[in-house]
């Protein structure tokens, strides 16, 4: 027996109830993401912020811990949008730990206290030497362990210049540590004695860049040069040396006292290099003229002190 076609007006109505009909709620897991949130208003819920400065603490982010309240009392009165605000909290939290990295470097570089690039008297050089220590002073010599390597006289202002462009890096952010060649052949000869040479050396290796000074002023033993070429070898391309010296290569064979160790290492001192030779009168010479000069003209000489 064949089935009766439903007629058009009850298939209308069929589809009328499909459509009409609302589709059930989804069924949510308790203590879901979802199931927190307000049928009503979509919402977050409320957070304790009671507890935001411990947090921040646990974070340790002490800077926006320090100024969160009076910069949401700020943005509050200007009106700032939500990304603004947090864009200034984050610029004083970023601003803060740059200048205290830049102390930190300071304070690890050993550098002579005072020698700074502003108080220095450039006009003392020649230009040419002027415009190489504008262009080493953004530190991209570091980037390619570029070596700087500094001759002059006694007194001619090489230590005062290999300090205040460690002084310069050191407040861009790059590690610099500053010593005398005599100390530091001293360090790495106690090293040696203690089987601790290669720490040692690896110790010297996290600074970006090594200001070796006086190299060649105080004469050393064979064994105190040997553990120098060391070091000097194992930085080869790996770190920039600044070095400064009152006596040609030609005549470094006075200090590595052997003539194959003085010729490597002048090699890998000066395959990656920049080399400024200071032909100039002596600093604490014209000083110690100009002060006698200023005592001999002064009213006080000529007249003879008074009782």
Not at 116 to 121: A, E, H, K, P, S
Not at 199 to 208: D, G, P, Q
Request: aromatic share 6%.
């Amino acid at each position: 027996m064949k089935k009766k076609k439903p007629s058009a007006t009850q298939t209308a109505d069929t589809k009328s109830t499909l459509v009409s009909t609302p589709p059930a709620p989804r069924q949510t897991a308790p203590g879901s993401p979802a199931a927190s949130l307000s049928p009503a208003t979509n919402s977050l819920p409320a957070i304790d912020t009671a507890k935001l400065d411990e947090q921040l603490q646990e974070l340790r982010l002490p800077t926006i811990r320090e100024h969160h309240a009076q910069t949401a009392d700020h943005a509050a009165r200007e009106h700032w949008t939500h990304t603004r605000f947090l864009a200034e909290l984050t610029d004083r939290e970023c601003q803060t730990r740059i200048q205290n990295r830049v102390l930190r470097l300071l304070r690890n570089s050993r550098l002579l206290p005072g020698k700074t690039w502003n108080q220095f008297q450039w006009k003392r050089l020649p230009l040419h030497v002027v415009r190489q220590f504008e262009t080493l002073r953004c530190g991209s010599f570091l980037d390619h362990q570029t070596n700087i390597l500094v001759f002059g006289n006694p007194g001619s202002g090489k230590t005062n210049l290999l300090c205040l462009l460690g002084d310069e890096l050191a407040r861009q952010g790059r590690s610099v540590l500053f010593t005398t060649c005599q100390l530091l052949v001293q360090d790495l000869l106690k090293a040696k004695r203690d089987l601790n040479l290669a720490r040692s050396i690896r110790s010297l290796a996290k600074f970006e860049a090594l200001i070796i000074d006086d190299l060649g002023y105080v004469q050393q033993s064979r064994e105190e040069m040997e553990v120098l070429f060391t070091l000097l070898a194992e930085r080869y391309e790996r770190g920039s040396v600044l070095l400064s010296s009152n006596l040609p290569f030609s005549q470094w064979e006075q200090i590595f006292k052997d003539p194959m160790t003085t010729a490597a290492a002048i090699d890998r001192l000066i395959h990656h290099s920049v080399v400024i030779e200071l032909n100039i009168p002596s600093f604490r010479l014209d000083a110690a003229k100009e002060n006698r000069k200023s005592k001999a003209d002064s009213p006080t000489s000529k007249t003879g002190s008074t009782s």
